[in-house]
């Protein structure tokens, strides 16, 4: 069971916005932001797709966005494309120990 | 701009060890180096962080014990280290590095990905 929830699967269509959520708790996500994000090819290695609940790393397309309420830090993706299909993963600072939280992963299907 | 080239494939026997290795292009230490692995089928799984520096690590629980990380400083290489292997230790091992000197930062550079395989 990971530390982090994140809904098993999500879906929508080409040009659609789908959010991904992850919750946590007051000594992760709620307190901090240090929540990243990762696009995930199974095969390939993982790519950061935002850093410290908000930021996108150079060469990330503006499509993607970053945000936090309370316990819980959402991904958007805006203006779906076939490409955008692949596993999302959301980890987090944790003031209780020097482990990284890692969700369980999210698997986004663009139909 | 930063690398992260990884050691080839490797096959090994139950019980065995497999050392995979996480190169730099070039020197950046200080950055923290992270460990996850992915299984077939399975999702992402975190291992571990060593800071390349200090040498201080920190293990996920599940493979404390069975995982060690190091690093050789003037070859600017990390390496993870998997002992008493099992079927299901079957996975890629991926390293990571961070985007600054604080392991909970984002890992922005990636190695390629090394197959381990555990058979018999």
């Known amino acids: 069971q990971s530390a982090l929830t994140q809904p098993a699967s999500v879906s929508g269509s080409p040009g659609q916005s789908i959010t991904i959520s992850c919750t946590g708790t007051s000594t992760d996500i709620g307190g901090y932001n240090f929540v990243s994000w990762y696009q995930h090819h199974p095969g390939k290695a993982p790519k950061l797709m935002i850093y410290?609940?908000?930021n996108r790393p150079s060469g990330v397309s503006n499509r993607f966005s970053g945000s936090k309420s309370g316990n819980t830090a959402s991904l958007t993706i805006s203006g779906l494309q076939t490409q955008d299909e692949a596993d999302y993963y959301c980890t987090s600072y944790t003031i209780t120990s020097t482990l990284v939280l890692f969700g369980a992963g999210t698997k986004l299907t663009v139909l | 701009q930063v690398q992260l080239v990884q050691s080839g494939a490797e096959v090994k026997k139950p019980g065995a060890s497999v050392k995979v290795s996480c190169k730099a292009s070039e020197d950046t230490f200080g950055y923290f180096v992270h460990w996850v692995r992915q299984a077939p089928g399975q999702g992402l799984e975190w291992m571990g962080w060593?800071?390349?520096?200090?040498?201080?690590?920190k293990y996920a629980q599940k493979f404390q014990g069975r995982v060690t990380m190091t690093t050789d400083t003037t070859i600017s290489t990390t390496y993870m280290e998997l002992s008493s292997l099992r079927s299901d230790d079957t996975a890629i091992y991926h390293c990571?590095?961070?985007?600054?000197?604080?392991?909970?930062?984002?890992?922005?550079?990636w190695g390629q990905g090394t197959t381990v395989t555990v058979s018999s």
């Open positions: 060593i800071n390349p520096h200090s040498g201080g690590t």
């Open positions: 410290d609940v908000y």
């Open positions: 990571g590095r961070t985007r600054g000197y604080y392991y909970y930062y984002g890992m922005d550079v």
